[in-house]
């Protein structure tokens, strides 16, 4: 059998337990008559996307890939990845580019798969129903209700070449506002560290710490479209937060763009800097990450967050009352339940505390 020759570009740029699944998956995929399907699992954060990507590129033999995915929003952004993102971020791009047969099936709507029970679940191969016995009681104590959010108007706000702050109606203002409504001042605290890593593959919107008292605060953030429950914006924020865990975890990984992790980094396309706050004296880069992780993140003592802020995505009151009154709920309600009882469970498991706050 011929091996896998990946550029030296790519090789490099990947992990090496990214390269050992992609060669595992291309030995499978050159076997004359293969006896049995194989199956590549990997965790939260590990780098699928990166393992697909690759295979797609290597020599397939129709030079076509077909690529499942339960979500739309999921399909949307692989696509984007295989397309331009993934390669984009690491300096390599394929030749020809890879054709992927998703894409036109969702651009046609050409069939869709649902189960008839809202609150049956298919997940890590296995089919699962929605316990709401307990998660009226479990999911009040991670919801925060903040009036403010009902009345943003965006998520960070438009982008312009002139602007240094984040529009007023944001709900990245309301983050890191010093006023009464504002997130971090009221819900955190004192902050040695703010930093803004929002797009492409970030730690998290914002990651703010205090070195003193061993906390900090992986903050991710969703405007939805004026609903009461909206599962997909849920959906979107809750992967990232998932995606998140890895890096928080004690022993974890690093982000991916620590080069941008200093005082001179802007926000992409303004002049708002994303070095929101930070003493002078804290260094920057990957020694900043090892600073924080071992004097926080890997600190048997440390306080270690993950939030949530949801603008007009979900209203408390109402998935509250859906869990009281079962005529109440529908598919939406046991997407809602499944997405944030999932990650809550993560969360307790890396002795992580979740927030959520809602309007």
Excluded at 228 to 233: E, I, P, R
């Amino acid at each position: 059998m011929k091996s896998l020759n990946l550029p030296k570009e790519l090789r490099a740029a990947l992990w090496p337990h990214q390269r050992a699944a992609i060669e595992f998956a291309w030995s499978r995929l050159q076997a004359s008559s293969p006896k049995r399907t194989s199956l590549v699992r990997m965790p939260t954060g590990t780098g699928k996307t990166g393992v697909i990507a690759v295979l797609c590129v290597v020599d397939p033999p129709t030079g076509w890939s077909l690529i499942l995915t339960p979500w739309k929003h999921l399909c949307d952004q692989m696509i984007d990845d295989l397309s331009e993102r993934f390669w984009e971020s690491r300096g390599w791009k394929p030749s020809p580019k890879p054709k992927v047969l998703r894409l036109f099936l969702n651009n046609d709507d050409f069939f869709t798969v649902a189960l008839t029970d809202p609150m049956v679940f298919y997940t890590a191969q296995a089919f699962y129903r929605i316990d709401c016995a307990h998660a009226e009681e479990r999911l009040a104590s991670v919801l925060t209700r903040w009036p403010a959010l009902s009345v943003v108007d965006s998520e960070k706000g438009d982008v312009g070449a002139q602007k240094k702050t984040w529009d007023n109606g944001s709900i990245f203002n309301l983050i890191e506002s010093n006023k009464k409504t504002g997130l971090m001042a009221t819900n955190f605290g004192r902050r040695d560290f703010l930093f803004c890593d929002d797009l492409d593959t970030e730690a998290a919107d914002f990651v703010c710490a205090d070195f003193a008292r061993r906390k900090i605060a992986f903050i991710h953030a969703k405007q939805g479209s004026d609903q009461v429950v909206s599962a997909s914006a849920l959906h979107i924020v809750v992967a990232q937060a998932l995606k998140s865990l890895s890096l928080i975890s004690r022993g974890g990984s690093e982000p991916m763009h620590l080069n941008r992790w200093s005082r001179g980094s802007y926000w992409s396309g303004t002049q708002i800097r994303r070095w929101r706050a930070g003493r002078s004296s804290l260094p920057v880069g990957e020694h900043l990450w090892e600073k924080l992780r071992l004097e926080i993140l890997d600190h048997p003592l440390a306080e270690r967050k993950v939030w949530l802020v949801l603008g007009r995505t979900l209203q408390k009151d109402v998935l509250l009352e859906q869990l009281k009154k079962p005529k109440l709920r529908d598919a939406v309600t046991g997407q809602t339940v499944h997405l944030l009882s999932s990650l809550h469970a993560n969360c307790i498991q890396l002795g992580v505390r979740l927030r959520v706050f809602c309007n």
